[in-house]
């Protein structure tokens, strides 16, 4: 099953999961270019959460939808539900778990890097050896 086969199958839940995957993904490396310490890169851990829990709600709504189409067939006296369809169906909702899942990794793994390459504040515990606090007119601690 390809990418887009996934999105097909799972809606406008799957749409906005890519959209916010590309959306992170940029942010994620514009933040790794511009960030100068480690805090600023610590907000694409949270950032992370969305496409997780659009994955999540994605798969919840398909279950949902898969128990009320069930409940459906057998309250007007229709056919016996069969189980291979049933666990068809449900493996199809979980695929935006899956995909919330993977594009949440993305941040992660920035998050992951821009904390083992940036320095840390100046003049905290884990700081960079040999880091120098400049004032705003660029210069060092003794002035010009």
């Not at 056919?79 to 919330?100: F, K, P």
């Not at 320095?119 to 400049?134: F, I, N």
Request: glycine share 14%; aromatic share 4%.
């Amino acid at each position: 099953m390809t990418v887009l086969d996934m999105t097909k199958c799972s809606g406008l839940i799957g749409y906005a999961i890519v959209l916010t995957s590309v959306i992170l993904l940029a942010a994620g490396i514009a933040t790794l270019v511009t960030a100068k310490t480690r805090r600023a890169v610590l907000p694409l851990f949270l950032y992370a959460l969305a496409p997780a829990c659009l994955g999540l709600l994605g798969t919840y709504l398909g279950n949902r939808e898969v128990d009320r189409k069930i409940a459906m067939v057998r309250s007007t006296g229709g056919r016996d539900v069969n189980q291979a369809d049933v666990e068809h169906a449900r493996s199809l909702a979980m695929i935006t778990t899956w995909m919330g899942l993977i594009a949440a990794a993305a941040p992660v793994v920035l998050g992951l890097v821009g904390i083992a390459i940036k320095p840390g504040e100046p003049g905290r515990a884990g700081a960079t050896p040999g880091a120098s606090v400049v004032d705003d007119f660029g210069t060092g601690p003794g002035g010009p």
